[in-house]
């Protein structure tokens, strides 16, 4: 499975970015798609995930700010990211299973920097 990764950038705090992953080469449905992410000197962290069955978990830190969707047809995922903090500055990475059980697959990452 290969996941492209697009829309990372500068943004002022409060500002808005939208992240896209366009997953390639499963041959069949994937069981989630997410986004992690990775600050300098921190370990990668969970930002969101959503499952074939739409459920979603989503990090404290960034719940009420950030909304994950999907597009199943297009197995893509999307991360809508509003009221940007400088905190949210990291390399933001798509992240994929197939199944419960399988392989994880990551993107080349994206950064995200807010800063003014």
């Known amino acids: 499975v290969q996941l492209v990764e697009s829309g990372g950038g500068l943004v002022q705090p409060g500002g808005s970015l939208r992240l896209s992953c366009a997953a390639s080469?499963?041959?069949?449905?994937?069981?989630?798609m997410g986004w992690y992410r990775q600050a300098p000197g921190k370990q990668r962290e969970l930002v969101a995930r959503?499952?074939?069955?739409?459920?979603?978990i989503y990090a404290d830190s960034v719940k009420g700010r950030f909304t994950i969707s999907r597009d199943n047809a297009k197995n893509t995922v999307y991360l809508q990211m509003n009221s940007l903090k400088t905190e949210d500055t990291a390399v933001y990475y798509c992240?994929?299973?197939?199944?419960?059980?399988?392989?994880?697959?990551w993107g080349q990452g994206t950064q995200v920097t807010v800063s003014s």
């Open positions: 080469g499963s041959g069949s449905s994937i069981y989630t």
């Open positions: 959503i499952f074939s069955g739409a459920s979603t």
């Open positions: 992240h994929s299973k197939i199944s419960p059980w399988g392989s994880d697959y």
